[in-house]
Every structure is written in C-alpha cells, then in structure tokens.
C-alpha cells in the first residue's frame, strides 16, 4: 500500500506525454518559433494558443490507441486502411524524421561552435554518435528517465524572457488575437507553425510509448485485456499529455516572446535557422542571453533525436512484423534498432553534404503535412471504433477536438500547398 501515492502522485504520472511534448520544441521547431518572433513580432502568438488543446486531443488519441491495444499507430492503422497506403505513409515518415534528424544535428552543431568557436561538423558527429549508443544500450526506464530530465533544458528559453523588458499587456493581447493581420508572409509562417506543433513523429512515438510502459511493467496490461485499470490508466494519461502539451506550447511562446521583443524588436527580421537567433540573439540581450538560447538548441535536439529515430523505427518494425522497443538489446532487436542507426546516419550524412538545412526543412513540411492528414483520420477512425477499442472507444469531447485537429491540419496543408506555389 506504501507505493500507492507515488504511483497516483502528479510527477509520477509524466512520462509519454511529457517527453513528446517537449521533443516538439526541437531545433528545427525553436527555428520557426524564432522566425515568427523576428519576423512578426507579438503578432502570431494566438496559434500557439489555438493549437494547445488541438495537440492535447490528437496525442491523447495516439496515447489510447497505444494504451488501449497494447499496440502501436502503424499496427492499428492496417486494421483501417489499405496495407499498402500505410506501407507508403511510414516510407514517407521515415524520409521527413530523416530529414529532420539531419537538420537538427546540425543546429546542435552549428550551437556547440557558436559556444566552442569550432568544430560543428564534428559536434554533429558527437552528438549524433551518443543518441545512438545511448538508445541501444540503455535501459528503457533508464533511457526515459534520462529524456525527462532532458525536458529541464527547454527551461532556457524561460529564462531568456525574464531577462529581456516586456509589456506584458502587448503580449496579454497578442495571445487572444488583438490587433490580428494576415498577410502571405505571415500565412506562410502559420502554416509551419501548424506542421511543427503537429507532427506524425509525435503521433507514433506517444502510442509507441504507451505499449513500452505496458511491456515493462508486469503488472499492466492492455486496457482490453484489464478493463478495471481503465480509470487510472484515463487519468495519468489526461495528466501526462495536458503537461506535455502545456509545456511544449509554454517554451514555443517563451522563444515567440524572447525573439519578438529583441531582434524583432531591433529590424532584425532575416532568421533562418536557430543558430541563426542565438548569434542575432548576443549583441542585443547580451552573453548570457545567447548561451542559454545556444544551450537550449543542444539539449532539445539531444531530446528529439531518439524520439525522431525511434518513431521511425517503431512504424517500420510494426509494418515489418519484427520485435521492437527500447528495452531489447542490439541483437534481440536488429531490425528496429537498424531504422534507428539508419536514420540518425543519414541525417549526419546530410549535414556533411552541404544540402541545404532551410530547403530540406521546407521538404519535410510538405512531406509531413501530406502524410499528417492521412494519418489523423485514420486515426480518429480507429479511437472511434468499437471492434479495435471495444467499450473504450472515444468519448464525445475526445471526438470532437481529434477531428477539429484533424481538419485544421487539413486546412494548414491545404493552404502550404497555395503560398508554396
């Protein structure tokens, strides 16, 4: 009875949510954050609002699925869609986690030289090569302890805001649309910041999550399989996701804030990448200001690399039919932990080669705004059917925010494909 309350207690009940809340704020994600802050100020802090519940409803639909069936999106989404549309969407999957992985390592390493003054290429190798090592030879608890205490890093860009000077009204007004204006440049910004808040990676890594605490823990099962556990198994989730998201959503606007009320704020509107913001960063808000910024780039990037790798490896291996998950060794899960190194190689590859970093992120948007929507309403037809979640099948308000999200992501992909041409 001893252990009862650390179980129910608010911290133990992050885990999932938490991580891929945070591994949302990645490299790539503080670029566009950055740019939206440089380039329209205060003006588009409203979407990160708009998009905080739309992003709990959607992970927490991947959490049910996950926790409900005991196993992954991709094995779920073949009982909905054609084998070979999924067969497709997870190709495309790992294509965009590739991508991203590539540009992220090289944000980390760009960051790293910005502090060192060398060796970003080198950095990106390092980087690259301890994601890896640490994902094959850690322990899955260990490992999951180890990317929570990786979230701890976002708190940089909290910091960065309480050194710069706000009108905290201005940003009050500017969260609920006060003073809101479009323009092409500014729908082309939104649209990112919908493809970087709702990303299929995170989709597949929540899910994949869910059945990991299930696998390693003798004492849970599917909630198919453990009906009574369905209360409690609701209630962490709700807890961990809301957190997740909260969190995500938090730090996007602290570098939303951060960067508007400084290089917005001094005509410096030219940012292209997150490195790009630390170094505009150092000569307006100061030495320190610009290390954290560098710092948080590093540690979110060594939180989003597995979870961009991994992700990719738990869809193919669901599709593939091999033995997946963080807690097998190398040789007890060869396949899996391949997708991983594969990935994580190729993204180190891409760094070396001199593709640039802008372009292949703008690629993977498109990718992933293709694949997104596809996968959203799969996976609301899966939450809401009663042969794959039985008596859990979604409830009202569940349903209506995942399809709200789902149409929204629509609309954001729709409208990509109008300002790219």
């Not at 009940?13 to 950055?34: E, H, K, R, V």
């Not at 990719?312 to 040789?331: I, T």
Request: no cysteine; hydrophobic share 55%.
């Amino acid at each position: 009875m001893a252990s009862a309350p650390a179980k129910t207690s608010p911290l133990a009940q992050l885990g999932p949510g938490l991580i891929t809340g945070a591994a949302d704020d990645d490299p790539s994600g503080i670029a566009t954050y950055s740019q939206a802050g440089a380039q329209a100020g205060f003006g588009l802090l409203w979407t990160l609002v708009l998009t905080f519940p739309l992003m709990v409803a959607i992970q927490l639909v991947s959490a049910h699925i996950g926790r409900i069936t005991g196993e992954g999106l991709a094995r779920n989404m073949m009982k909905v869609l054609p084998r070979s549309l999924v067969t497709a969407l997870v190709a495309l999957l790992f294509l965009a986690n590739t991508i991203n992985v590539g540009a992220d390592i090289a944000a980390m390493g760009e960051a790293s030289e910005l502090l060192a003054g060398f060796g970003a290429h080198w950095f990106a190798v390092g980087f690259a090569a301890l994601s890896v090592v640490l994902q094959m030879f850690v322990p899955y608890r260990r490992y999951s302890r180890l990317l929570i205490v990786l979230t701890f890093s976002l708190l940089a860009y909290v910091a960065v805001v309480l050194m710069v000077k706000l009108d905290w009204s201005q940003v009050g007004l500017a969260m609920i649309g006060v003073g809101l204006t479009l323009s092409p440049a500014a729908a082309t910004i939104i649209v990112a910041i919908f493809g970087t808040t709702i990303s299929p990676y995170l989709f597949f890594w929540q899910a994949a999550q869910e059945v990991e605490e299930v696998n390693q823990d003798p004492d849970e099962k599917p909630l198919l399989e453990d009906p009574p556990e369905a209360p409690e198994a609701f209630a962490r989730m709700n807890v961990d996701t809301i957190a997740g998201m909260f969190a995500s959503n938090a730090i996007a606007l602290a570098i939303m804030i951060a960067t508007a009320a400084t290089l917005h704020a001094h005509g410096k509107t030219d940012i292209q990448t997150a490195a790009d913001a630390a170094r505009a960063l150092e000569p307006i808000a100061g030495r320190f200001a610009f290390a954290l910024f560098s710092i948080g780039i590093i540690g979110t990037g060594l939180l989003a690399i597995p979870v961009l790798g991994g992700s990719a490896a738990y869809a193919v291996s669901e599709l593939r039919g091999w033995k997946e998950g963080l807690d097998y060794k190398p040789w007890e899960a060869r396949g899996f932990y391949a997708v991983i190194a594969l990935a994580v190689a190729l993204g180190v590859a891409m760094d070396w080669s001199g593709i640039d970093p802008i372009k292949a992120l703008f690629w993977s948007a498109v990718v992933n705004g293709v694949i997104a929507v596809p996968m959203m309403f799969a996976m609301m037809f899966a939450v809401s059917s009663r042969k794959l979640m039985g008596e859990f099948t979604a409830g009202p308000v569940l349903k209506l925010f995942g399809w709200l999200s789902t149409l929204v992501m629509l609309a954001a992909t729709v409208a990509m494909g109008v300002t790219s041409l």
